[in-house]
């Protein structure tokens, strides 16, 4: 659904969201699913910081061809985007997927989504119930699924993602794009996403 969604996008086929809620070309059943995932996409996804990071995406999904890394660039684009994917994915999936954790389940995001409200002012005030935490976290792991990071049904088994020479040069293109050229890169806060260790990502740049 996301890389058909990029794909519509960059080749400029006209109204998107037509095509999402009336014509429903994904075949969900309800139009109000329809409309929050075309609001979700809308901002998650075909949101842009810049030109320079339109064009890295544009490049890649002016049209689809398997062969490319298109589950990274979606992983990272809403990593960010979207500030609860992203908190999330940092200081839960990959704290565990660096500290070699071998599987997660919805209840471990669900209490983590719990402590973050505890601790974080900004999702504090989101005033999240047990009816409305549950869906995410299970729908996170839907994410992380689809996505290739992780498997199985209830509990989730994390995968080890090896990234190649041609990624990581296209992880090191988005940083830049979205943090200018000037930034120091070796320590930046963004680089977990890369899936590669602090001492391994440095040893890589300096190649």
Same mark, same amino acid.
Request: net charge neutral.
């Given at each position: 659904?996301?890389?058909?969604?990029?794909?519509?996008?960059?080749?400029?086929?006209?109204?998107?969201?037509?095509?999402?809620?009336?014509?429903?070309?994904?075949?969900?059943?309800?139009?109000?699913?329809?409309?929050?995932? =075309?609001?979700?996409?809308?901002?998650?996804? !075909?949101?842009?910081? +810049?030109?320079?990071?339109?064009? &890295?995406?544009?490049? @890649?999904?002016?049209?689809?061809?398997?062969?490319?890394? =298109?589950?990274?660039?979606?992983?990272?684009? !809403?990593?960010?985007? +979207?500030?609860?994917?992203?908190? &999330?994915?940092?200081? @839960?999936?990959?704290?565990?997927?660096f500290n070699g954790k071998l599987s997660i389940t919805g209840h471990d995001v669900f209490y983590f989504m719990q402590d973050l409200k505890e601790k974080d002012e900004d999702f504090e005030s989101q005033n999240w119930t047990k009816k409305t935490t549950e869906p995410v976290a299970s729908?996170?792991?839907?994410?992380?699924?689809?996505?290739?990071?992780?498997?199985?049904?209830?509990?989730?088994?994390?995968?080890?993602?090896?990234?190649?020479?041609?990624?990581?040069?296209?992880?090191?293109?988005?940083?830049?794009?979205?943090?200018?050229?000037?930034?120091?890169?070796?320590?930046?806060?963004?680089?977990?996403?890369?899936?590669?260790?602090?001492?391994?990502?440095?040893?890589?740049?300096?190649?």
């Open positions: 659904m996301i890389h058909e969604s990029l794909r519509s996008y960059f080749n400029g086929e006209s109204d998107l969201k037509k095509r999402f809620v009336e014509d429903n070309i994904f075949g969900i059943r309800t139009e109000e699913g329809r409309g929050r995932f =075309y609001r979700g996409i809308k901002s998650s996804i !075909l949101t842009f910081q +810049n030109a320079e990071h339109e064009e &890295i995406y544009c490049s @890649f999904f002016n049209t689809l061809d398997q062969a490319l890394p =298109y589950n990274l660039l979606i992983f990272w684009q !809403l990593s960010i985007n +979207n500030r609860l994917f992203n908190v &999330i994915s940092k200081n @839960f999936y990959l704290k565990y997927y729908k996170y792991l839907t994410v992380l699924r689809k996505l290739g990071l992780v498997e199985g049904v209830q509990k989730k088994q994390l995968l080890h993602i090896q990234i190649s020479d041609q990624e990581f040069t296209v992880f090191l293109y988005l940083l830049i794009a979205i943090y200018g050229e000037g930034t120091n890169f070796l320590n930046h806060e963004f680089n977990i996403f890369s899936f590669v260790s602090n001492e391994s990502f440095n040893e890589r740049v300096k190649l």
